[in-house]
């Protein structure tokens, strides 16, 4: 019934965008599950068609949509001035027929307009290895044609998003109050999390004492928030909502841990869960190039503790989740949240074995 809403309302919220043609489709687009999502398909007096992509702002995820759009704003007006074709490589939020770049509808509620990329692939995994380098080398690009960027005139859009030490805490919140009595069955799980606290806390203290600058970080680095040509080149990055300032390191770690895990996030058997040192390798090469010498010496030193950690707050989150009754993420069946705590331990166990190789291949990517 709210998708059917959520069509009416297009329509209401397509009158308010400045296209001046002609509209003759709108259909629900795209596998994403935070927006709804709609490709608007409109024709020219001289029959020309364009396409263009109508997004629905979620605001149970996003408290303020003022800020998530206007910290968009902001990175794609840099990124046109750094990106060799505007039109292809970077985000193009068409105006509302006030000026803004959204409108509101009716019922309070944030839409806003993309052009659509003509020939483009976005894809939910990558077919090969070379489609995990290329979504490597968008990213790493987003990071060099952003680094002159200053981050702090970002919204953060999710406080604390990759603030482990404060996910660390809720998680001992989570253990204290154990509302429906799991902890006495997890406690392996619990020490696991408990014995690298103190690891929760390398990123923040090497940025508090200079070490590990402040950047634009995009923080959903997933294949699917990439975009390719046909021959299958990175185009650009998608997907801004999360925009705001970070690490590089996460934004590289996040990528690693979602593309380099050898079996799915949920993985049962945990034999089949490991880190595939190969597409580890082939993501490292992949950023630093698009990278383009951006960054320092200390974020390339860095990349495991990126990859580690961002592994770890999400096992960590999954923990919580359960202890608390599975409130937060969605869930299939009862055990959901602890078999996708188990597959992101285990990658952090693999991590930690493979540590000093981790370290080798970026330093080596980096010559």
Same mark, same amino acid.
């Given at each position: 019934?709210?998708?059917?809403?959520?069509?009416?309302?297009?329509?209401?919220?397509?009158?308010?965008?400045?296209?001046?043609?002609?509209?003759?489709?709108?259909?629900?687009?795209?596998?994403?599950?935070?927006?709804?999502? %709609?490709?608007?398909?409109? =024709?020219?007096?001289?029959?020309?068609?364009?396409?263009?992509? *109508?997004?629905?702002?979620?605001?149970?995820?996003?408290?303020?949509?003022?800020? !998530?759009?206007? &910290?968009?704003?902001? =990175?794609?007006?840099?990124?046109?001035?750094? =990106?060799?074709?505007?039109?292809?490589?970077?985000? &193009?939020?068409?105006?509302?027929?006030?000026?803004?770049?959204?409108?509101?509808?009716?019922?309070?509620?944030?839409?806003?307009?993309?052009?659509?990329?003509?020939?483009? /692939?976005?894809?939910?995994?990558?077919?090969?290895?070379? @489609? %995990?380098?290329?979504?490597?080398?968008?990213?790493?690009?987003?990071?060099?044609?952003?680094?002159?960027?200053?981050?702090?005139?970002?919204?953060?859009?999710?406080?604390?998003?990759?603030?482990?030490?404060?996910?660390?805490?809720? %998680? *001992?919140?989570? =253990?204290?109050?154990?509302?429906?009595?799991?902890?006495?069955?997890?406690?392996?799980?619990?020490?696991?999390?408990?014995?690298?606290?103190?690891?929760?806390?390398? *990123?923040?203290?090497?940025?508090?004492?200079?070490? /590990?600058?402040?950047?634009?970080?995009?923080?959903?680095?997933?294949? &699917?928030?990439?975009?390719?040509?046909?021959?299958?080149?990175?185009?650009?990055?998608?997907?801004?909502?999360?925009?705001?300032?970070? %690490?590089? !390191?996460?934004?590289?770690? @996040?990528?690693?841990?979602?593309?380099?895990?050898?079996?799915?996030?949920?993985?049962?058997?945990?034999?089949?869960?490991?880190? @595939?040192?190969?597409?580890?390798?082939?993501?490292?090469?992949?950023?630093?190039?698009?990278?383009?010498?951006?960054?320092?010496?200390?974020? /390339?030193?860095?990349?495991?503790?990126?990859?580690?950690?961002?592994?770890?707050?999400?096992?960590?989150?999954?923990?919580?989740?359960?202890?608390?009754? @599975?409130?937060?993420?969605?869930?299939?069946?009862?055990?959901?949240?602890?078999?996708?705590?188990?597959?992101?331990?285990?990658?952090?166990?693999?991590?930690?074995?493979?540590?000093?190789? *981790?370290?080798?291949?970026?330093?080596?990517?980096?010559?």
């Amino acid at each position: 019934m709210d998708h059917i809403v959520d069509i009416k309302k297009s329509v209401e919220a397509l009158d308010k965008f400045d296209i001046g043609k002609k509209i003759i489709g709108c259909v629900p687009y795209g596998s994403g599950h935070i927006n709804n999502t %709609f490709l608007v398909t409109s =024709v020219t007096d001289d029959k020309k068609t364009h396409q263009y992509i *109508l997004q629905k702002v979620n605001r149970n995820v996003f408290r303020h949509p003022d800020q !998530v759009i206007a &910290n968009i704003e902001k =990175v794609t007006e840099h990124l046109m001035g750094k =990106v060799e074709n505007p039109k292809r490589n970077t985000l &193009n939020l068409i105006k509302s027929k006030d000026g803004k770049n959204y409108c509101i509808t009716s019922d309070s509620e944030y839409w806003r307009m993309y052009r659509f990329i003509d020939n483009s /692939l976005c894809l939910d995994a990558p077919r090969n290895t070379d @489609d %995990f380098y290329e979504s490597a080398i968008a990213f790493g690009q987003f990071q060099q044609y952003l680094s002159d960027f200053d981050a702090t005139q970002l919204y953060e859009v999710i406080r604390d998003f990759h603030n482990t030490p404060k996910r660390y805490e809720a %998680f *001992l919140e989570a =253990v204290k109050k154990d509302p429906i009595g799991r902890a006495k069955d997890v406690q392996d799980e619990i020490k696991f999390v408990m014995d690298r606290e103190e690891f929760t806390h390398v *990123l923040l203290d090497s940025y508090a004492s200079g070490k /590990l600058p402040l950047r634009v970080t995009h923080n959903d680095t997933k294949i &699917n928030n990439v975009m390719l040509s046909a021959e299958g080149k990175a185009l650009c990055v998608i997907d801004l909502d999360t925009v705001m300032p970070g %690490f590089s !390191v996460t934004d590289f770690g @996040d990528a690693i841990r979602f593309g380099a895990n050898t079996a799915a996030e949920d993985e049962k058997d945990l034999s089949k869960v490991n880190l @595939d040192l190969n597409l580890y390798e082939i993501f490292t090469k992949g950023y630093i190039k698009g990278c383009n010498n951006a960054l320092t010496e200390t974020e /390339l030193e860095f990349f495991p503790e990126g990859a580690k950690m961002m592994t770890f707050e999400c096992g960590m989150r999954f923990l919580t989740d359960y202890l608390l009754g @599975d409130t937060y993420f969605k869930t299939n069946y009862p055990e959901h949240n602890l078999d996708r705590c188990h597959t992101q331990f285990k990658l952090v166990e693999c991590m930690e074995k493979h540590w000093q190789k *981790l370290k080798d291949i970026s330093m080596e990517a980096a010559k």
